[in-house]
């Protein structure tokens, strides 16, 4: 009897495992300090590490011959077993959350058929009040438009829903000419660039290659945007195909591996920039370089192909790519790429790439957004993942230039979504929230809407919000709020995609499914 009772304190450590657990969760919820994939990390680790130390301890103390033991150890390997039989992981939400359906449910895209192109007999035409919209985060690449004057009384001029149908997976964005929308979508075993016609939504023409990009976290498919110069379009698929084409007929003109010369690996979660396009000259027309980033470190940071023929002109830089887009600017006076590698950012000569200023930004985890150039030879640069947020100045240094801390913060911690900039004030999402920050220091104006892992973009001086439920936002931000001015329920299914604005026409997609509104403009 006495050996029965000193065997409690057996299953009263038991019972205390899962209540540190989850202290040690609650206080890690409860930390700001942390962000929310960090904290979803951190709590898993903390779930997992409890069910082990459980496990152990009543295999060990509390079991109580060798047939329970056997039994007890037995029982995990049959459960994952069978729950791996039962389910498979499909990508996570922006914070981690992993999704799980049926083993034996197929991808959505390898649900659908090829596409069925219809070449025009003529010439597409651009609909009434449209705008080209050529580039990953719009014309400027800056990530706003300008010259478009939305309504914003959405409950008496409602969006007018144009047209909408499924899409392959990818996480890229659309982009348009004229009359002509293209994006890049994964159909089976294919990886597709698509033309639709912007008023209708029937697809122009589809050229394919036979790849697939999959990954257990980010989901499968293209990341980058396409680029529109002149009437040829430039992609980049997730495995590092380069490719350019005619933009009215998708007939290839060339193609290059960026990956193979020299030989470098893709990064974890694919290759993700979008082509920026150097004009030979300033405000050259299709005369120029495409510039897209290298493969996984180490290797070129930078790679830079001829417009007309796809031949390398130049590489630059040793420190490996990040998954963000370089950006054409000006500095001190000068035409100059800047980019966001893996551990650096750096200021480039576009002629031959060599390296005007570097900046260190350690950290092992993925920076995604793009710099953004403010003016006054200034440069914000963001990023989630603990390494924050960074405005840099660049300042004259013998033959080159250096770049400056102004200041530095985690007020805009931007995991891979991009800020927008109006009034010495920078909008965007932090760590899932809708916030803006104060550009003079770094401080935190406000955080309002929570919308998880979205997209912004700037529209004169309002902004449109994708949240990552699908769901449209029209937000009227300033320097003291924000107020949201109407909600469209535009897709209902993870979305990680950034919208394209034509003018007043609104495209949005997802790795489902692909829709375009009419929205109300003054």
């Not at 065997?7 to 929310?36: A, H, K, T």
């Not at 940071?301 to 390398?312: I, N, R, V």
Request: net charge neutral; charged share 20%; hydrophobic share 40%.
């Amino acid at each position: 009897m006495e050996s029965k009772r000193r065997g409690w304190w057996r299953w009263i450590v038991l019972g205390l495992l899962p209540v540190i657990g989850y202290g040690i969760i609650r206080l890690v919820w409860l930390n700001d300090g942390l962000e929310e994939n960090m904290r979803g990390m951190t709590s898993a680790l903390t779930i997992a590490m409890t069910i082990l130390l459980s496990f152990l301890w009543t295999l060990i103390f509390i079991t109580p011959n060798w047939k329970w033991r056997l039994a007890v150890g037995v029982a995990p390997f049959v459960f994952f077993t069978v729950f791996f039989s039962l389910f498979k992981f499909t990508g996570s939400e922006g914070n981690g959350t992993p999704n799980l359906v049926w083993r034996w449910e197929k991808a959505a895209d390898e649900t659908l058929g090829k596409i069925k192109a219809e070449a025009p007999k003529e010439k597409i035409k651009a609909p009434e009040g449209s705008q080209d919209f050529l580039r990953f985060l719009g014309n400027s690449g800056q990530n706003r438009v300008d010259g478009v004057t939305l309504d914003r009384d959405w409950k008496a001029k409602p969006p007018r829903e144009v047209w909408r149908h499924e899409v392959g997976a990818a996480w890229t964005g659309f982009v348009v000419s004229g009359g002509i929308a293209l994006t890049q979508e994964q159909r089976g075993p294919d990886e597709l660039v698509v033309a639709y016609e912007l008023a209708s939504g029937k697809p122009l023409w589809s050229h394919s290659r036979a790849v697939r990009f999959s990954e257990s976290q980010g989901g499968d498919g293209p990341r980058a945007t396409p680029t529109i110069v002149g009437e040829r379009v430039f992609v980049m698929g997730a495995t590092g195909w380069l490719a350019c084409h005619e933009l009215a007929s998708g007939k290839m003109v060339w193609e290059k591996d960026v990956l193979a010369d020299p030989v470098a690996k893709n990064p974890l979660w694919a290759k993700s920039c979008s082509p920026l396009f150097v004009p030979e000259k300033p405000g050259g027309k299709d005369e120029g370089k495409i510039i897209v980033s290298g493969g996984d470190k180490p290797g070129p940071a930078l790679l830079a192909f001829d417009s007309k023929t796809g031949s390398k002109v130049w590489q630059a830089g040793e420190d490996g790519a990040s998954y963000a887009t370089p950006v054409l600017t000006m500095l001190l006076g000068k035409e100059v790429v800047v980019s966001v590698n893996a551990t650096t950012v750096t200021v480039h000569d576009p002629v031959a790439g060599k390296i005007l200023a570097t900046h260190p930004w350690e950290g092992n985890w993925p920076k995604c957004s793009d710099p953004i150039p403010i003016g006054g030879d200034k440069i914000l640069v963001t990023a989630g993942y603990q390494m924050g947020d960074h405005l840099l100045q660049a300042k004259a240094a013998g033959d080159g230039m250096m770049l400056e801390v102004v200041w530095s913060g985690k007020g805009m911690r931007t995991g891979f979504n991009n800020v927008t900039v109006r009034d010495n004030v920078a909008y965007g999402i932090d760590d899932s929230i809708l916030a803006a920050i104060d550009l003079k220091d770094g401080k935190r104006l406000w955080k309002s809407e929570r919308v998880g892992s979205g997209q912004v973009l700037g529209v004169g001086d309002l902004l449109l919000v994708q949240t990552e439920p699908g769901t449209i936002l029209l937000v009227e931000g300033t320097a003291k709020q924000s107020k949201v001015l109407g909600k469209l329920k535009a897709l209902d299914s993870k979305t990680w995609t950034n919208l394209c604005l034509a003018g007043k026409w609104l495209v949005a997609r997802n790795d489902r499914e692909a829709v375009c509104y009419e929205l109300p403009v003054k």
